[in-house]
């Protein structure tokens, strides 16, 4: 049966779960979804990378656009692709941390466990030489708890406004995806987008380096200006590394 009490009691729960913990609405207040509505400035994120070739297909595309971005890294990933992150570091995109292994239960548990933020954190440091302030959680979800413990060691916890389908398979048309994300823009938009797949090393996925490649000329058009996350919101991308002990 593919309709068991089972799956539709996870389904309930993942959706009750989304609504109080993710962006627009959920979080407790800890999340910042956009910057100043006004202003023309408007920031691109990509989580769950970096993979090959994904990673770089879309880099290549900022960087004919000429256009920078910020990357939610995570942790596992940076550990297989350091070369990726030191190159999207050096082409002037921010490298955010979007946690360890994607866990979305390392960061539900109640205490003071840490770990798959460090981690992350050092591993993202081993290779630009600072640790990362922007983060965001696996899946959108943060607990009052998990908002708590990260606001304590420096971070700005990173939502979105514009939310696209772009991490589904088979890729949803990236023109479509454009185009949707441009009628949901507005000053101060953080728009959400995904380079790559978590916990996957070799990915091909093409359809986001297309819609970047439409959305951006568009949205240029249309006023907007593109900046960095930290920039948007007016806050440090980075800490010096003081906290890492080899
Ligand atoms: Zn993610």
Redesign the pocket.
Known sequence: MSFAPTQLLKQGVNKTGTLLLSPPVGGFGYFRNHGSRQSRKIALTF??GPSKPSTEILLDALAELKVPATF?C?GVNTAWHPDLIQRAYSEGHIIGS?SMQ?SRKAGLKPGNNTDHIDQAAKEIADVIGQEPRLY?P???WLTPWEGHRLTQKGYTIVGWDVYTLD?KWPEPDGIMVAEKARRETQNGSILLF?DAN?GVKEWDKRETARAVKHIVPALQADGYEFVTASELLGVSAYAPVLSLVK
């Open positions: 989580d769950d939610f995570v979007h994607h965001r696996p899946w959108g991490w995904h978590a």
